[in-house]
């Protein structure tokens, strides 16, 4: 069982940056691929990036490329999302996610999620 826990959300201006963390428990964190997603009110939530456990490669929607970059520390357990030059579409509550998988494949199951965290970005 694994537990997430992200962190870094808030409410920011267009053009502005942000950085989420999502912290894992447990012991096999380097064996899993950690994914973050979004979720808009309204909307269904939708892949934002996705990182292997060796932490190359990572695989980005195209909505962030560019803008966006993901990172993890597995000795810390923890994965990053560095979100520069927000928009206001951006704005949604933000999930990590872990993958038993530990590479990357289209639609891959993911098998445990954290909380959320909200991002608000205003113009």
């Known amino acids: 069982q694994v537990q997430l826990v992200e962190s870094g959300g808030g409410v920011v201006q267009a053009g502005d940056s942000l950085r989420l963390s999502c912290a894992a428990s447990g012991r096999t964190f380097s064996s899993y691929t950690m994914g973050w997603f979004r979720q808009a009110p309204g909307k269904e939530r939708e892949f934002v990036v996705a990182?292997?456990?060796?932490?190359?490669?990572?695989a980005y929607a195209d909505s962030v490329k560019g803008r966006f970059t993901i990172s993890r520390d597995n000795a810390k357990n923890t994965v990053y999302l560095q979100m520069n030059s927000l928009k206001p579409e951006d704005t949604a509550v933000y999930y990590c996610?872990?993958?038993?998988?530990?590479?990357?494949?289209?639609?891959?199951?993911?098998?445990?999620w954290g909380q959320g965290t909200q991002v608000t970005v205003s113009s």
């Open positions: 990182i292997s456990r060796s932490g190359s490669p990572a």
């Open positions: 996610a872990a993958s038993t998988i530990g590479w990357l494949l289209a639609g891959q199951k993911y098998d445990y």
